[in-house]
């Protein structure tokens, strides 16, 4: 490993160009890029190792749109190569059309969204709207708590989607600014460790000269079913995978990425704080804090939203009575006016156990609002007080 | 834990810094993270940066609200904002030459001061104008906070810096001035008040959102200008504001215009239908369509608008003589009862006008027009002497004895002398005279004018009222170089008026009764030092041409014969500077001093000499206005206007006009042609449109209407972006700097 301080931006620019060149001896990586403030550190970084000869065989495709630079992606997957790109906010809706299009053509491309709120008004600061709009559509999510965790799960997804068990992309998501353009040490993957831990990528379905063939025509609605259905099954094989990459990582980098929930000083908990992304740090140490004053509080940190990893999610809050879950998004006119996101998969995911436990949902970080230890201490005094749930509470207007 | 803030603007450096800041005490083994509270990246606005280390990993995720310490990257920042959140006894940093002392206001806290700028610019780090400060900020900053200097030498080399990094962070490592720790406490600490939450079910949150007062980036501010000037205006040999008076009648208010016009003219009645209207001719509206009809709507003004009270506070007792009631005098006298002063002007002919009475035949400019803004002067208290010609030194001399000063306004009245033709042969001057007077003049059926000019035309159309059955005008140039303004040429030959070019009278013979002028063929040679091409005659080719009248219209010149020996003359003209004479109580005004010939000038002329014989009476300068910027068409939006057709007053018929002397040009109908004014470099307030250009495009809706004509720009939300300048139509915006500190 490079220890090295970098921003999470730079951090995705090297290691997505590492783990591309790590497929030098199959078909080679490239990436098509269009730039989009926050995101523009990353496609930088890799222009740049691109020019200094970084990547041996591949190539980087410079478009005129988001839509293009997922095009270029597709072709590359299409043809074996180990594709890659990045944005955020707006220029991922732009590029909806190919997003869906990717996972539905079963392509382990893999992509880092710096979460950014969408607009208009326009506002550059962090918010999860954009990745969450493409959330049912076939792509595994991650949501990275630092740099470090961003940089193994460059590693991780591509060693996930490329499964043949799996054959699906993945979106890597930061939140804006707070990681994609803050320093922090980091511990970089060099080439050999890149090398060691990614197989050559190995697409069954590739294109090849010598077996002609059409992709994504016309097709009848029982085949399109069943496509649709043998995604949702494969998407089960996620979680094995996901062990398997974990495994695999520590024998090579001795650490162990994270579950794809994972909890802290939940065993005891009677109230368990469910976080994503940055937010999750400030939450740990408010826990931190009310630990130290006897109040028994844990946290659950919510990674991986796709597939949504139920059982494992379950296991964590078992013995909690109560679930505070903190969401930056928002769904508009949700029902019970509950509308942060992941509060309403956990709702779901509990079925018929949420009887008997009380989630609460709260809004936190909307357009970039800075989350702040004070909001966090306010949300854990609520849910400790509170009875009943009542609709999503928000925070720092 | 040390927690550093940084303020700077953007383009400095300010997050570069951070990020050195953080390599440094990274390379000294600690835990950092740096970042930057980004905004509109947009160079020139206040940025904040972060540098966080620790002995222990940061999981930070918030911006910094109780910095330990403050690097000030620019002294124009300082002020109480800075100082939000900050811990006591904190360092300042700050990039200025001066000592820390200088930094009273901030007691309480441990001043640091750095020249970083200059180090920046010895060590040639960045440009001249935006030197790169961040390394040789580090430097100081490790002297400060003890760290060892190789840590810097690190991080530069790590960085890929250049090597004249580590010369200039080593300066400022060796030369930044520590201050003491001042007793007492920070006078400058900001009273925060509380935010206003909005209806919030989870209260007790601070506003934590990124600040974005735009108005608090700019260097830079628009402003409606009042420095430029429009063609017309530059034109306008009598000063008029042309274009206010335009904007003033486009408004409907023809009294306002009138007010306009009079601040710089006593007759615009008068001017407005005899004035060659220059304005016109580099009118800015051409490029869109056509030019302004001014002299029509000037004409408006001057008789639909209502004339204020005219009578100004006599306050001046210094006794001032004029000589001649043209409108030299006439507009010399009205300038200096403005003043304040009650001059005299004595006149040699029964009634006061000079040329325009004199000169100008009734069809052109109706006397009652005249007559009105005579004794509109006169009501200011001008006195006119008619019938008092001065003819001898010895007259001059006692007038010069009596008054305090003396303005000589006598015109050029006399024709050039031409001897042949007997009772035949007359000057057009003292023909047009004639005819004013009501004096019977008989032409006969065929009259010949000789001459180019003004005089020329209007004794060719009066004698065609007076019934002559050929009227020939012959010139010895040709058209384009005729001096009589253009209109009534072709408005002379339209009534019948014939042209004879290229011939010059040679002498006048007479054969069986019958006068005839023998004409000398002309050709035209090279453009003289008057700019009109010189002529020359063709050897032996001569023609004869039939007259009953020959009226002569060669030129005038003056007649004054009592200043011989008191003041300086060249070429029959009194030589002036500033409308003063060699000698210093004589002033003059008028052709007498420019040949000029034209009305708007001798009006322009007689203001000059007013202001002058006012500052030589109270002994003060001369009022020096700063020649002002012309705006040209290429410098304005034009295409914000739909072209619209020039609109053009009604005239008599052809046959009317030969039969009587009424006025040929009936006047326009409304003040509509006001409205295509273009009001060139001067805010009108888009008149006419709902909203201002500036207004539509102001990205932070700063600008508003305050009235018709005129709009506010709210500095407190500007952020200086000039796209208001951009876009003005009529160029009629500026920026200046805007300087908050001691240097930006």
Known sequence: MIKQLCTANYAGGWTFSICGNANRNARGCGAGIYPITPQTEVVETMVDLYNKGLIKKGRIFHVESEHSALAACIGMSMEGARAFTATSSNGALYMAENIVCSALLRLPIVMQIVNRTLGPEWNIWAEQGESLLFRDWGWIQ????????????????????????????????????????????????????????????????????????????????????????????????????????????????????????????????????????????????????????????????????????????????????????IDRNFALGAPQKVGGIFCQDIVAALGSVASAKLVQSYILGIGGLDVTGDQIDFVINDIFSRSQPTQSLWGGL | ??????????????????????????????????????????????????????????????????????????????????????????????????????????????????????????????????????????????????????????????????????????????????????????????????????????????????????????????????????????????????????????????????????????????????????CEQFCNRKEIDEHINIHELERLAADRGKMSDPRPQARRTEKIAIIGSGPAGLSCAYHLARCGYQPIIFEAQPEPGGMLRNGIPEYRLPKDVLEREIAFIKEMGVRINCRSKIETKGQFEKILAEFDAVVLALGLSEGIPFTQGGAHSMQGIDFLRKIRYGERVELGHKAVIVGGGNTAIDSARTALRLGTALVTVVYRRDRAQMPAIPEEIDASKTEGVVFKFLCAPHEVTTKNGKYFLKLQKMELGDVDSSGRRSVRPVDSQFEDIEF?????????????????????????????????????????????????????????????????????????????????????ASQMNLYYFNPSPRAQGQQQSREARTQTFAEVHLGLENVNEALRCLSCGMCNGCLGFEKGKCELFCPERTIHRLTATELNINYQGCKGCLICMEVCPRNAMDKRLVQKGERL
Request: glycine letters at 6%; one cysteine or more.
């Open chain 2, 1 to 278: 834990m040390i927690q550093f803030r940084i303020h700077g603007r953007g383009g400095q450096g300010g997050v570069t810094l951070a990020k050195v800041l953080a390599f440094m005490y990274w390379t000294e083994g600690k835990w950092v993270q740096a970042f930057g509270s980004y905004s509109a990246e947009r160079t020139g606005a206040p940025i904040l940066a972060f540098t966080v280390v620790d002995d222990e990993p940061i999981t930070n995720r918030n911006r910094i609200y109780y910095p330990d310490h403050l690097i000030i990257l620019d002294p124009t920042l300082l002020g109480p904002a800075i100082l939000e959140g900050l811990q006591p006894n904190a360092f300042i940093l700050i990039d200025c030459p001066h000592s820390p002392e200088r930094y009273v206001e901030f007691a309480g806290h441990r001043i640091v001061t750095v020249d970083a700028r200059n180090i920046a610019l010895l060590h040639k780090l960045g440009t001249k104008t935006l030197p790169i400060t961040n390394t040789a900020l580090a430097g100081a900053i490790a002297k400060v906070f003890g760290l060892h200097f190789s840590a810097l030498e690190k991080t530069i080399a790590a960085l890929e810096l250049p090597k004249t990094n580590i010369e200039a962070a080593r300066q400022a490592y060796e030369t930044v001035k520590i201050g003491k720790p001042t007793p007492g406490k920070c006078k400058l600490y900001p009273v925060l008040e509380p935010k206003e939450p909005v209806p919030s079910l989870i209260t007790g949150n601070k506003g934590t959102e990124p600040q974005l007062n735009v108005a608090d980036w700019k260097s830079q501010e628009p402003f409606f200008t009042s420095e430029r000037t429009a063609p017309c205006n530059t034109q306008c040999p009598a000063g008029n504001d042309v274009r206010g008076f335009l904007t003033a009648l486009a408004q409907g208010q023809p009294d306002k215009a009138l007010a306009i016009l009079r601040q710089t003219s006593p007759l615009p009645g008068s001017t407005s239908r005899v004035c060659p209207h220059p």
């Open chain 2, 548 to 632: 009953s009248t020959l009226i002569m219209a060669t030129g005038q010149k003056a007649h004054m014969p009592f200043v011989d020996g008191i003041v300086e003359c060249k070429d029959g003209l009194i030589k002036t500077h500033a409308g003063q004479t060699t000698h210093p109580k004589i002033f003059a005004a008028g052709d007498v001093t420019t040949n000029e010939g034209t009305v708007t000038h001798a009006i322009g002329n007689g203001r000059l000499a007013a202001l002058s014989v006012d500052s030589y009476l109270q002994k003060t300068d001369l009022p020096r206005p700063l020649p002002k910027q012309m705006v040209e």
């Open chain 1, 142 to 325: 991650i949501y990275c708590e630092d740099n470090q965790e961003f940089v193994d799960h460059i590693l991780m997804a591509f060693y996930i989607s490329e499964n043949h068990k799996v054959l699906l992309p993945s979106m890597l998501c930061v939140d804006a600014f707070i990681l994609s353009h803050t320093l922090m040490p980091v511990l970089l993957p060099t080439q050999e460790e890149a090398d060691q831990y990614l197989p050559s990528l190995d697409l069954p379905h590739r294109l090849k000269v010598e077996n002609p063939c059409t992709v994504g025509g016309l097709s009848a609605p029982r085949i399109t079913a069943s496509h649709r259905y043998q995604m949702e099954a494969d998407f089960a094989n996620v979680f094995p995978v996901y062990r398997e990459a974990q495994d695999h990582f520590e024998k090579i980098f001795h650490r162990r990425p994270t579950d794809p929930v994972s909890g802290y000083c939940v065993e005891d908990a009677e109230v368990i704080v469910v976080a994503s992304a940055t937010v999750a740090s400030t939450v740990r140490k408010a826990v931190d804090k009310f630990r130290a004053q006897g109040k028994k509080v844990g946290l659950l940190k919510f990674k991986m939203l796709r597939p949504f990893p139920t059982e494992l999610f379950l296991s964590v809050v078992k013995n909690a009575d109560k679930i505070a879950v």
